[in-house]
């Protein structure tokens, strides 16, 4: 995959219309209207929260997710009951979309198997997900070249900026100098396709689990990507950022436990190789 990212300029486009077309089939062939006018306005207000770049309107989106099923109390309380099989799910499925992009499971063609559903899952794809972590790893740290440093911003402003959309096709056009239009059709296609996959869900699992299921899951995943990009690289002394393990908190221990080691960031840097970087889980 980043070899054909990085010796041909059409496969960006190519890899996005993919996944729009395969998604945009999904949908036709499950599609149901929203039951009125106020339901569909809610579901594309749903939409577009989740599909934004800011991890407080993804939080926000569960308000008119809730209000898009038929009985919000009842949905709201099976959220509150599912939660933490929900969050545990979020979690496991963003370390197994990061350990795919790294080519940790065997056989290895699980790897883009296992890499895109968790994605599918996550409102991401593989491609765009590989392609900025190997960036994070090359430039760890680099407060110009880092796809997303924390540098000295509190938590919400950085939770909220993360998810630039322009990092990768910057260094596309580095590698390939495609115009500014290919890059512009680029992002409408995968506007798209992100589009396209909570729509998806909300058709596959009906209003009430879309919203007490699936919407956890996807909230969890983004918490825990952005925990780890955020406490995992806190400032040093020398008013730089540095990967740190995470491990001496009660919640550290118990997202260590579910998501096989993942906080410890340290160490993950130190050999990305290891399907769980903990002391214990690279033992083992």
Known sequence: MFRKFRDQPWYLFRYMLVWALVLGAL????WSPPPGTA???????TIAMIISTRFDAMLAALIPAVALSPEPGTTLLWLVLLLPATWSLGVVLAVFIHNASHGQFRPRWLNP??????????RINLLGWKMVHYYHHRYADDPERDPHP?????????ANAMQDAHYLHARHQELHGMP???????????????????LSWYLLLGPIWFAAVWMPVLLSGWW?????????HPVGADGRNHAVDLCSRPWHRLVNRVGFGVLYHAAHHDNARLFNPSPAGSAG
Request: glycine fraction near 12%; include cysteine.
């Open 150 to 158: 924390p540098g000295t911003m509190s938590f919400w402003p950085y």
């Open 27 to 30: 949908v036709a062939l499950s």
């Open 180 to 198: 500014s239009w290919f890059y512009f059709l680029v992002g409408v296609v995968a506007f798209a396709g992100f589009a396209l996959m909570p």
């Open 224 to 232: 825990l990507f952005t925990v780890i990009n955020y406490y995992g």
């Open 39 to 45: 339901a569909g306005w809610l579901l594309v207000l």
């Open 113 to 122: 198997v296992v890499g895109e559903l968790a994605g599918w899952c996550l």
